[in-house]
């Protein structure tokens, strides 16, 4: 195209034409014969007319209230020609784009105070054209981006946008739209504003205006202004710092900030990717996509209630504080016997993949919950649970698709024998179940059970518990039941797997010797009550076929190990090449949603069809299939069982390598992300039980959750969701380090 046939109607005469980045214009850099530089926007649809005049008004409006340099038409009219395509002429600010300038708290104040007057001075503008004007940009509308959000490939990105879209549509989206509405700039990015001797001196492309609440403005101003920062809660408080200096936000705006921040970002990066799919796109639209993806990474490790009380004191309100009666009403109305994590307990307010938000303002890293398995707050989880429940939520008794969906892609996982479902609500119920069908099937009572393993809370799974029985104010295994050693390779009383077998098969010779016939074994393919033990090698593989010939069932408890949590293997006992005769399933079934189920042969389940119906009230209920088929999907889309092996073979260097320095470190276990730290007394290598509860807190004190287990108390265990990344082991490694470093055993 000519340029300088199309400038025509100019009283310009240019003798420098340089090509601009633009989007929804050709844009020109303009020099003409006296020096002066001028930018010339050239527009192919002539719909845009009426516009872009509005915009012109504005601009020319606010070039006589702002006290900073305003882009602004430098021809009275704009040009329309034949084909209806239009020009028009603005001024050429000088000045350093505010993302090429060093970062100051000073420069990041005076931002704030222009941004403030900026508002004042708009604040009864109208303009019908502009408020008419509905676009992508307005915050108002990003929920229309969830219709581009399958552009995004990668599904560990895509889950952080429908994540932070999720929680405006839920907390944010209502409170926003009672806010009163104002003419906005809406695109204060930092390379729209200008900078020259530490002071904002210009402002640039208004092509993003729109009529909404002036919060969104701040927030997407922040959103840029934030990008590459490593502190953007000291950033925030800078800005907002300045804009207080002019104009207020209310309790409610300032709630609204960290979600509509985030909101910004996603938008932003959907563009990009929808973007990326084309070929035509201009690189104006890549310019910060990887910093916004880097700033929405960081964003979830922020507390919203830090975020918010960083901006309260600066607009005189009071900061949140924690509610210091939920521990007095907890001892009020709940049992003594439910435990706390902590002495000092942490109040969780919310939660977003492995990260935990406390009142207080915290911000958490999971490294210790197993249930939430794919991560705390998934978003398709949310979405397919709301939607069921508008849905149907029924019982067995009726036929409905999920459960048979549910079941089919369920029991895909596993061998052809293993054939056969039985729905229920938690692990404890699965494995209680699991002993009353053994029993039915064998017509036997006893059951085998290993050391210092635990099957639940019901009454039987108490019975074949020998970490309850056998710990405090337990009794002993009941008559009917015999607890086997544990088959353990650290510290442990046989050689190798193969001799605990048959140590095993010895002590069931002699029970056969007593007229006693077990029913069934049943045990973790790594214990998690024993000390994150995985079963010595050789040992299922030499026990198991004796169990079988004496009509021994196998039960295999995976509610903690199974569904991928290994990484090398779906199911704990495959990483044996063992096939048990039933399988216990529970905690990350349903990711925090209660289900648990029991997978057998044909056969099995046919004998336990006797007459004697089998019900369970919600057990395969069709919310939980959903959730349940959820779950099974993303663990597939995310890659997550791979997730598990590599981040637990990273865990298992560092780990190693740390164990070397620390001798306290007696042994570390790892099997995927089902990890354990073994605390001894590098002198006598005896249980460092105290030591472990101190390494413990003080984890917490740096805000990463573990916990310990074993019959000594003296492993730190980490079963983390399974998003759990190897930036998230280096996080855990540089606290665990310092803490062993500075604490004496």
Same mark, same amino acid.
């Given at each position: ?48 007319? %009426? ?29 329309? #020609? ?80 429908? #994540? ?111 973007? %990326? ?20 990474? @960081? ?32 001892? @009020? ?86 054939? @056969? ?165 529970? @905690? ?12 057998? %042969? ?109 019959? #000594? ?33």
């Amino acid at each position: 195209m000519d340029v300088s046939v199309i400038m025509e109607g100019y009283p310009i005469k240019p003798v420098s034409v340089v090509t601009l980045e633009g989007y929804l214009s050709q844009n020109y850099k303009i020099t003409d014969e006296s020096g002066d530089i001028f930018i010339f926007k050239y527009y192919q649809n002539s719909r845009e007319f %009426r516009r872009i005049k509005a915009e012109n008004d504005l601009m020319h409006f606010l070039s006589t209230q702002m006290p900073i340099d305003i882009s602004r038409p430098a021809h009275p009219k704009m040009i329309q #020609y034949p084909d209806g395509s239009f020009s028009r002429m603005l001024t050429y600010l000088p000045g350093d784009f505010l993302k090429d300038v060093n970062y100051s708290a000073e420069l990041a104040f005076n931002f704030g105070e222009i941004i403030a007057q900026l508002h004042g001075s708009l604040t009864n503008y109208r303009d019908t054209e502009i408020e008419a004007y509905d676009h992508k940009w307005n915050l108002l509308n990003c929920l229309d981006s969830l219709n581009d959000v399958h552009y995004i490939l990668d599904p560990t990105r895509r889950k952080i946008v429908s #994540y932070f879209l999720d929680q405006y549509e839920l907390f944010s989206q209502e409170i926003l739209r009672t806010l009163p509405k104002q003419v906005l700039h809406n695109d204060l990015n930092d390379w729209n504003v200008l900078v020259a001797d530490n002071k904002i001196r210009g402002i640039i492309d208004f092509g993003d205006i729109c009529y909404a609440p002036k919060v969104c403005d701040l927030a997407i101003a922040l959103a840029y202004l934030l990008l590459d920062k490593e502190n953007p809660i000291d950033v925030t408080q800078s800005l907002a710092k300045g804009y207080a200096t002019m104009q207020r936000l209310s309790e409610k705006e300032i709630k609204l900030l960290y979600n509509l921040i985030a909101v910004r970002l996603c938008i932003s990066v959907i563009s990009s990717s929808k973007a %990326r799919s084309t070929t035509s796109s201009s690189d104006y639209v890549f310019v910060t996509e990887k910093q916004a993806w880097d700033l929405l990474d @960081k964003w979830l490790t922020i507390n919203p209630i830090r975020f918010e009380n960083c901006l309260r004191p600066t607009f005189s309100y009071p900061e949140i504080a924690p509610n210091t009666e939920v521990s007095l009403l907890r001892k @009020k109305y709940l049992s003594a016997a439910l435990s706390l994590s902590y002495s000092v307990p942490i109040h969780m307010t919310s939660s977003a993949f492995q990260y935990m938000y406390a009142s207080d303002g915290n911000t958490y890293l999971d490294a210790y919950n197993n249930i939430p398995h794919v991560g705390h707050c998934h978003p398709e989880i949310a979405k397919v649970a709301s939607r069921q429940l508008r849905s149907l939520n029924t019982n067995t008794r009726y036929l409905y698709d999920a459960l048979t969906e549910y079941s089919e892609k369920l029991l895909g996982h596993f061998t052809v024998d293993l054939s @056969k479902v039985f729905y229920v609500n938690s692990g404890s119920e699965a494995a209680d179940l699991a002993i009353r069908v053994a029993q039915h099937y064998t017509q036997r009572k006893h059951l085998l059970v290993l050391k210092d393993g635990y099957h639940g809370n019901t009454r039987m799974g108490i019975d074949i518990s020998s970490y309850k029985f056998d710990g405090k104010s337990g009794t002993g295994p009941p008559s009917h039941v015999t607890p086997l050693p544990l088959p353990k390779e650290y510290r442990g009383t046989q050689p190798s797997g193969k001799a605990y077998a048959l140590e095993a098969i010895q002590i069931i010779e002699e029970l056969w010797q007593d007229g006693i016939q077990p029913a069934a074994f049943i045990c973790e393919p790594i214990s998690g009550c024993g000390g994150q033990v995985p079963l010595a090698d050789g040992y299922l593989q030499n026990l198991c076929p004796y169990l079988k010939s004496k009509g021994i069932l196998y039960i295999s408890d995976e509610v903690q190990v199974g569904f991928g949590r290994v990484g090398s293997h779906f199911w704990g006992y495959e990483m044996f090449d063992v096939q048990p005769d039933m399988v216990v399933l529970g @905690k990350p079934m349903g990711n925090g949603h209660p289900i648990g189920g029991l997978v057998t %042969r044909d056969d099995i389940a046919d004998a336990f069809h006797n007459g004697m119906e089998f019900f369970s009230s919600f057990g395969g209920n069709p919310v939980s299939m959903k959730i349940a088929s959820t779950v099974l999907e993303i663990i597939a889309n995310e890659g997550l069982q791979n997730n598990a092996l590599i981040t637990g073979r990273y865990f298992d260097d560092l780990a190693k390598k740390l164990a070397i320095k620390y001798p306290q470190i007696g042994d570390v276990r790892n099997r995927g992300l089902f990890l354990g730290l073994e605390l001894i007394d590098p002198t006598s290598f005896e249980p460092a039980t105290t030591y472990a509860s101190i390494i413990k807190n003080k984890l917490k004190n740096k805000c990463i959750l573990t916990s310990t287990d074993g019959p #000594y108390d003296n492993v730190l265990k980490l079963k983390p969701p399974l998003c759990f990344s190897n930036q998230n082991v280096d996080q855990f490694f540089e606290a665990f380090e310092v803490i062993l470093e500075k604490t004496m055993i």
